[in-house]
């Protein structure tokens, strides 16, 4: 479709490049950002990528949203999209456990075994298609179609934080503990959300994500570190 | 040893607020700040702070509070009933307060949310560039949370000046609340519209710092209620499923996935904001042009009303006052004032 200028009050607008989730929408939202990062239009004071628009905040007392639609559109029509420079996190997971309250669920009602469901969580590549809803929370896209799954019927009061979600189409990794209508497998000993680290979050959109399973022992090895404030997890490919 | 501001009574709902958290939003982490921020402006203000200071916000009613060094007070939002040592102050102008002396601050009768600063400003740690609580995720404030009996907030120096009041009430604005359509309004018909801006809501009493939830005729999105998570501005009117609008506010969710009808123009989300729970409220729509002349009328108006903050006492005349006073009557006679 048409890009298309939304108002959103007056001081945002959306840029709506698709009211679909598709990767290549989503990586000139991500683009669009970045341009707007690194060369700026006056007035504009925040972005906000999401999986199919940009939510552009603005000074109205700077530009007015009338001259600031036009020149977003012109910015994408000469947006470089560069695909493969994103970062590629392996994420480790302790599936099942406390933390993974509907694995074996989710195993019966897909009929497979919970290790061929762990296989097939772990088989597929994510992206990061935007952070939101809470601090850090990750909205991953690229769930195999097998793992498609409604939402509870009744949410959880209480996720815990770190936990390896599947609501719908989508996948997560949450950040913050909170209530929840999405199905959980487990959990990573990464920190998502740290808002005493240096750098608060760890992922951001256009990231890409692989799972891989780890054993409590394991986990338990990776939390101690993380506890010691050592980094064990870096992105294999640098942005 | 820095001064301090002793919690000795608290309502539940009493928490730290600076202006919010700036540049976060892409990662999922919403300003926060005051509901009512002109009102919380004008608070810091009136007590010789800048802009970027720390005060509170309560809902209701504030709590009793007490410091350990001299220190310039003023309460904002609405009409705070307000006393010292038992004796009753005035909102919306500062007072001194001295250790040993209990500051009381009751209920507010025609507001929600109200402010209390304190000169110096509070300085407990910021957190992502804010000391704005964020209550649903714990950030920021005194250890994320809402303050207690007991809690003691460091203050920043206090710097000495005289007490100010208003010279005239911020201008709030009356009638239905404006709105700009979109960024989803074509989810929405004629039919739906025309309850929308057509009817009349009351805000429910499932009210937060996240969201105001609003009562009345129910809207049907013609094209369905959800829609693949965009971002959510201040503001936003989002229409679940059940037809009933919520409005979003200083700690909305960064995304979501309802259609949004319309955003509520900023130079009236204070005045939504501050309507009591069970109050009436009606929306009319205006363009985005029309709203944006509003927003910076609004954000003048402020300017205004810190920039003539009057001292108390000594200067009760103002200038703008006594230049509309004819005291020169008596001297040349009002025949020769005339052209």
Redesign the interface.
């Given at each position: 479709m048409t890009p298309r200028i939304?108002?959103?009050?007056?001081?945002?607008?959306?840029v709506?490049l698709s009211?679909?989730?598709d990767e290549a929408v989503n990586a000139r939202v991500i683009a669009l950002?970045r341009s707007l990062a690194d060369d700026p239009i006056p007035g504009v004071?925040?972005?906000?990528?999401?999986?199919?628009?940009?939510?552009v905040?603005y000074d109205?007392?700077a530009v007015?949203?009338?001259a600031l639609g036009p020149a977003l559109l012109a910015r994408l029509e000469t947006l470089d999209v560069r695909p493969g420079a994103a970062r590629l996190w392996r994420v480790p997971v302790e599936y099942g456990g406390e933390t993974g309250l509907d694995l074996e669920e989710m195993a019966r009602m897909k009929e497979m075994s919970p290790d061929e469901l762990i296989a097939l969580h772990g088989s597929a590549e994510y992206r990061v298609h935007?952070?939101?809803?809470?601090?850090?929370?990750t909205?991953l896209g690229g769930l195999p179609e097998r793992l498609h799954t409604p939402r509870r019927a009744t949410p959880r009061q209480v996720v815990a934080a770190s936990s390896i979600g599947i609501g719908g189409k989508q996948a997560s990794v949450n950040?913050?503990a909170?209530p929840s209508g999405w199905r959980f497998l487990g959990r990573t000993p990464l920190v998502p959300?740290d808002?005493a680290r240096e750098e608060?979050?760890l992922f951001?959109?256009g990231d890409r994500i692989r799972f891989h399973p780890v054993t409590s022992a394991e986990a338990a090895r990776l939390d101690a570190a993380l506890a010691r404030g050592e980094t064990p997890v870096t992105p294999e490919v640098a942005a | 040893m820095s001064a301090l501001l002793k919690i000795r009574r608290a309502s539940p709902m009493l928490t730290v607020q600076d202006r919010g958290r700036?540049?976060?939003?892409?990662?999922?982490?919403s300003g926060s700040g005051p509901m009512d921020p002109p009102a919380f402006a004008l608070a810091n203000a009136l007590v010789g702070n800048g802009p970027e200071a720390a005060g509170l916000e309560y809902a209701g009613f504030g709590g009793t509070f007490e410091v350990t060094a001299p220190v310039r007070i003023a309460v904002t939002g609405g009409e705070a009933q307000l006393s010292r040592d038992g004796a009753a102050l005035a909102p919306w102008e500062s007072h001194e307060l001295a250790p040993g002396q209990v500051l009381g601050v009751g209920a507010l009768k025609d507001a929600v949310w109200g402010y209390l600063a304190v000169s110096g400003g509070i300085e407990t740690p910021p957190?992502?560039g804010a000391r704005a609580t964020h209550l649903?995720?714990?950030?920021g404030g005194h250890e994320g949370r809402a303050l207690r009996e007991g809690d003691d907030l460091p203050l920043g120096e206090t710097a000495i000046g005289p007490c100010l009041r208003l010279r005239s009430p911020l201008p709030r604005g009356t009638g239905p609340i404006r709105v700009?359509?979109?960024?989803?309004d074509e989810f929405f018909d004629e039919a739906a519209w025309a309850a929308f801006a057509g009817g009349s809501f009351t805000v429910s009493a499932t009210r937060d710092r996240m969201a105001t939830a609003l009562e009345g005729q129910e809207i049907r999105a013609a094209k369905g209620h959800d829609?693949?998570?965009?971002?959510?501005?201040?503001?936003?009117v989002q229409v679940p499923g059940s037809g009933r609008p919520i409005v979003l506010m200083a700690e909305r969710?960064?995304?979501?996935g309802y259609p949004?009808i319309a955003?509520?123009?900023?130079?009236d989300l204070p005045r939504l904001a501050q309507t009591p729970s069970g109050g009436a409220l009606s929306f009319t729509r205006v363009s985005?042009?029309e709203?944006?002349e509003?927003?910076?009328a609004a954000?003048r108006a402020l300017a205004r009303a810190i920039d003539t903050l009057a001292p108390k006492g000594s200067l009760q005349l103002s200038s703008e006052y006594l230049l509309s006073v004819n005291l020169i009557d008596g001297v040349v006679g009002p025949e020769a004032a005339e052209p």
């Open positions: 939304l108002a959103a009050g007056d001081q945002a607008l959306t709506e009211c679909e989730v950002a004071e925040e972005t906000v990528p999401t999986y199919r628009s940009l939510l905040l109205p007392g007015r949203g009338a935007m952070i939101g809803f809470a601090p850090g929370f909205y950040s913050v909170g959300f808002p608060p979050f951001r959109a | 700036r540049g976060l939003l892409h990662a999922g982490v957190v992502l649903r995720t714990g950030l700009v359509p979109g960024p989803q829609i693949v998570s965009d971002g959510t501005p201040l503001g936003s969710q960064t995304t979501g949004k955003t509520v123009a900023s130079a985005r042009e709203a944006e509003a927003a910076l954000r």
